[in-house]
């Protein structure tokens, strides 16, 4: 390989190419050159230094003075690598069997050292092993344990075969704790206790999930457990080694009830360190040792409020007194605790609630004593609580309400509140709590709490956002429509981004789309909690957010009453990505209101049996109320090459469709409905619904309007989703109602003429 040139030459050779080609080839060839040099010099350098290492440690290993020998293990054992751990492990295991104690101590810690480097060596330092327990030397003891301890952790067959030894480490460790005073290995009174926590600790593994040898260590483990002087932290650690043992390995009943019983003298402990080791292993034991935990629930209660062992103490059978004992708790409680505990008692009353009110007055006393400290996600689950909590929803409202009166601070309590008034504002008002005395209260006191809350400098943007939401429910619910309207008005030009997009949208409800409004702010259903593995779907309702989990196999159909919000196939869309909906098939015949599911009949009956319906795709949700009446375009690929088709002609209007394509989800058709009037009056109040079979998902926009201009001078545009994933022929039926020249007018056609491009 030729030299590399000096820098100079190599400027003036790149000077003197004529193209770029040529400049970037010429330092490719000298950065090659340049390279390869200096990795030669490097690997060179590193042979050399390398074999100037390993020589001198080799032949200090062989020296003939121990002293010698062993700064040669302790410099192997520190700072040996894999390599120098391969060539040197032979030495190190011809040293592990000479008969000078001070020696094989030092080559049993290099030998760790070796095998965490090295793992697949392991196996040369197994005949070594099997005299170094009969060793009377602590110290080699005690490396002895250490490197089987190494070797049965990375080896589950180094494990197996060191089962046998058990009773030679139990015989060792019975021998430690009856003998005499050794002035050499005292300590505080007690002999040797760091071996005996590393024979514990290496028993703890040899006996977890074999029966035997748990069989074999039981009655010593007893034995220090009783015979352990706790005075001094030199006892404490080995009672907590044993502790540990015990609760590892299949020991007896009793042995356990001991074990625990020894964590809960460490709760009297004046210790902070102690208590919170008790504390901490009393919680992991709780849940295979309920009712021996729940013996020292007086010392857990009055000694420690550092850790949540409280909360998994509880059962249906103590909650009330436990739940006393909490709430104590979460008004004294330091600051930093404050959430978790909050968390805890809502979880716990959650499970085991004794009854709805009980459940409800809980809640309402964490919200007041720390509802500050309450976190952001127990909002929409406490909402959720109170939703399907159908005969408390006046108790529940008229407490909020009592409570809105008296502290306005705690952000999530004015959340939970202001929901509450906005969805049950009418019960408040009627008085028709029949849990206690009904207040009387009127429609602009509601509406005064409610403004206040607007304007407080205490609330949150989400609180005012709640707020806005709970003003523009009660226009459906109260008969203060002008105040709400004005309330409204004034801020759709707020500072904050959020609360004047709410605003706005707000205010079109009322000038376009007001008779939509009763439909789009009735009260809320009840949320079903179903079991699933995935998940939380965050749903959007009315601007706020619901934490509910949905079951992505089947959909629920709510039965409503026969009204104008029965008449709405769709009140929440967005303008990106809409979830469409399923649409079951009613069991009962149409009723004279005229139901929307009506629509579907016998349409998934016709034409065979009734296929598998397919899956729910579940499809993310936008979190304004109205950005389904925006402007801008829904879909991102217009379909080429099919046909628009003529769905309805009949009096005078006509329903045309064109088809455009989703994208990025082909399966989704995309269908534009134009109607327009031919007669001489206008058509109001018009309304197109649909349905299709359940194999299919559909979804309706907001019309462009509710007026079809007469003489075709003019058309109203609606946008329909019809998601198709097994790809069948698309049948739909539609129900029109409007009324024209003073009369209504209501009539039902069936679509099955859809051309193939459509819905192949």
């Keep these: 390989m030729p030299a590399p040139i000096r820098l100079r030459e190599l400027i003036r050779t790149i000077r003197t190419a004529r193209t770029q080609a040529e400049e970037r080839e010429m330092i490719q060839k000298e950065f090659i050159v340049e390279f390869g040099t200096n990795a030669i010099h490097s690997l060179s350098e590193y042979n050399h230094f390398y074999s100037s290492m390993i020589q001198p440690v080799k032949s200090d290993l062989n020296h003939s003075t121990q002293y010698v020998q062993g700064l040669a293990l302790c410099t192997l054992g520190c700072m040996g690598s894999s390599e120098m751990c391969r060539d040197l492990a032979g030495e190190v295991e011809k040293l592990l069997k000479t008969s000078n104690s001070y020696l094989r101590k030092k080559a049993a810690l290099c030998a760790v050292h070796v095998i965490r480097k090295v793992p697949e060596l392991m196996e040369m330092f197994l005949p070594a092993t099997k005299n170094l327990l009969s060793e009377k030397n602590h110290g080699v003891l005690h490396t002895s344990v250490v490197l089987l301890t190494e070797m049965c952790e990375r080896s589950p067959d180094m494990l197996s075969h060191f089962r046998k030894l058990v009773p030679q480490l139990v015989r060792i460790l019975k021998n430690l704790i009856m003998s005499g005073y050794s002035p050499e290995h005292d300590v505080s009174g007690i002999s040797d206790p760091f071996l005996q926590v590393r024979i514990l600790r290496l028993l703890r593994i040899l006996g977890k999930g074999d029966d035997d040898s748990s069989e074999a260590m039981n009655d010593i483990l007893a034995q220090v457990a009783t015979n352990t002087e706790t005075s001094k932290n030199v006892g404490n650690a080995i009672l907590y080694e044993t502790v540990l043992t015990i609760m590892d390995i299949k020991s007896e009943s009793g042995l356990r009830v001991l074990a625990i019983n020894i964590l809960g003298r460490f709760l009297l402990n004046n210790d902070k360190n102690i208590r919170y080791v008790a504390l901490t292993s009393l919680l992991k034991t709780v849940q295979t040792d309920h009712n021996a935990v729940q013996r020292h629930r007086s010392t857990i209660d009055k000694v420690t409020r550092e850790k949540a062992l409280s909360f998994a103490l509880v059962n249906g059978n103590n909650i009330r007194g436990m739940m006393k004992e909490l709430l104590y708790f979460l008004d004294s409680c330091d600051p930093d605790f404050k959430a978790d505990c909050a968390s805890g008692i809502f979880l716990a009353a959650e499970k085991y609630a004794p009854s709805k009110r009980w459940h409800i007055d809980t809640i309402m006393r964490v919200l007041t004593t720390a509802g500050s400290y309450v976190r952001d996600d127990s909002v929409p689950n406490l909402i959720q609580l109170i939703t399907n909590s159908v005969e408390m929803h006046a108790y529940t409202v008229q407490r909020l309400y009592k409570a809105l009166l008296d502290d306005i601070s705690q952000q999530p309590l004015v959340q939970v509140a202001s929901w509450c008034i906005g969805e049950y504002g009418d019960l408040l008002v009627s008085g028709q709590c029949e849990e206690e005395e009904p207040i009387q209260v009127s429609e602009d006191e509601v509406l005064d709490v409610l403004e206040g809350l607007l304007v407080s400098n205490l609330s949150t943007p989400v609180t005012r956002g709640y707020s806005l939401t709970a003003i523009m429910k009660l226009s459906t619910r109260f008969s203060s429509m002008n105040r709400i309207k004005k309330v409204v008005s004034i801020y759709g030009s707020s500072i904050d981004v959020e609360l004047q997009q709410r605003a706005v949208e707000y205010n079109a409800l009322f000038k376009k789309y007001d008779h939509m409004r009763p439909a789009l702010l009735e009260r809320m259903p009840i949320m079903e909690k179903t079991a699933t593995n995935g998940p939380a779907e965050i749903v959007q309702t009315n601007g706020e957010t619901d934490s509910t989990i949905l079951d992505t196999k089947h959909l629920p159909s709510i039965t409503q009453p026969a009204s104008q919000a029965n008449d709405l196939l769709d009140l929440l869309g967005g303008n990106d990505v809409v979830p469409v909906i399923q649409i079951t098939v009613p069991t009962k015949p149409a009723s004279a209101g005229g139901e929307l599911l009506d629509l579907l009949g016998d349409l998934s009956l016709t034409g065979g049996p009734t296929p598998t319906p397919a899956p729910s795709v579940t499809l993310s949700q936008h979190p304004f109320l109205l950005d389904g009446l925006a402007s801008q375009p829904l879909f991102n690929d217009i379909a080429p090459g099919i046909p628009p088709m003529t769905a309805y002609n009949k009096n005078g209007l006509k329903i045309e469709f064109t088809f455009e394509r989703a994208n990025p989800n082909p399966n ?69 109602t409007y009324t024209h020249k003073g009369s209504p007018v209501q009539d039902l056609a069936e679509v099955n003429n859809f051309p193939p491009q459509s819905w192949q």
Excluded at 704 to 727: D, E, F, H, W, Y
């Design 668 to 736: 989704i058709a995309v269908i534009t409905i134009h109607a327009t009037n031919s007669t001489e009056a206008d058509m109001t109040e018009f309304v197109f619904q649909a349905a299709v079979p359940k194999t299919f998902q559909l979804q309706l926009l907001s019309p462009s309007s509710n007026v079809v201009p007469a003489l075709n001078q003019g058309s109203v545009t609606q946008v329909i989703r019809v998601l198709n994933p097994q790809k069948q022929q698309l049948r739909m039926r539609v129900k029109l």
